[in-house]
């Protein structure tokens, strides 16, 4: 098992797949970006898709539940950089991403994030 | 023509090589890259249910050549518990693994021609095919 790095940049978590992922690195990163929200108490999560071939619907569900944990642990999760073909698949595949956030790129995301941030404070 | 290719399915290890394998294919034969997109994401699917619901299982990839287009086709084969009822298995939304029960319901709507063999203990196999446009 391979473990996707998280990167801290201001109050805001950063990971960049780059990595073809297994069952067992999702779930890791899962866990990893909970604990990491706590111990920086960072209010925003950004995972960069950019270099992801593909979606199935293990992975898609991630996307949704790292979104609610870190909710609940009061941090925003966005998710950017789809690509055109994956974002097809999935929507075929029945998978719609409900209650994730999407950008298209990591600028956006930033973006999305300060003003989701702005609004609610 | 290349030859059919085996590959185990018994580690979440394996569902990524399978899913890089039908990648380099379906990219060899030509098929574009959402159509590529979609057979890999299929074969992610069925190899993942192979390995949840069978304890893991085998896939057949073969590249078909010869007709007016050239297509991917993958076998997927266990000998796990098997299906009892098709029909609902198929149902999308049902789960018997705690999954999200899109597996076999979305992989078939994500390639040209799918074909489920099932018996209750005589495993599962199925066939799976993606055509060039």
Do not use: Y
């Not at chain 1, 991630?62 to 950089?81: K, P, Q």
């Amino acid at each position: 098992m391979q473990r996707v790095p998280i990167l801290k940049l201001g109050d805001i978590l950063i990971v960049s797949i780059q990595i073809d992922l297994d069952d067992q690195s999702v779930l890791a990163l899962q866990e990893d970006l909970a604990d990491m929200v706590v111990s920086t108490g960072a209010r925003g999560v950004i995972i960069d898709i950019t270099a992801v071939e593909i979606v199935d619907s293990f992975i898609g569900r991630m996307f949704s539940t790292i979104a609610a944990i870190t909710r609940m642990l009061d941090a925003e999760t966005v998710v950017v950089g789809m690509r055109p073909a994956v974002a097809i698949t999935l929507v075929e595949l029945g998978l719609s991403l409900g209650g994730v956030r999407t950008a298209l790129n990591l600028e956006k995301g930033v973006a999305m994030l300060e003003h989701v941030r702005g609004g609610a404070g | 023509m290349s030859a059919p290719r085996e590959l185990p399915i018994a580690t979440n290890g394996d569902v990524v090589v399978v899913r890089q394998q039908t990648r380099t294919l379906a990219a060899e034969i030509g098929l574009s890259l959402v159509d590529q997109t979609k057979i890999v994401t299929a074969a992610s699917e069925l190899a993942r249910n192979a390995l949840v619901h069978a304890g893991g299982g085998r896939v057949v990839i073969e590249v078909l050549e010869g007709g007016r287009r050239p297509g991917l086709r993958l076998v997927f084969t266990d000998e796990g518990p098997g299906i009892p009822d098709i029909e609902q298995a198929l149902t999308e939304g049902w789960s018997t693994a705690g999954g999200l029960g899109l597996g076999l319901s979305g992989s078939r709507r994500l390639v040209d021609e799918f074909d489920l063999v099932s018996a209750p203990g005589e495993g599962t196999s199925v066939t799976v095919t993606k055509w060039g446009r």
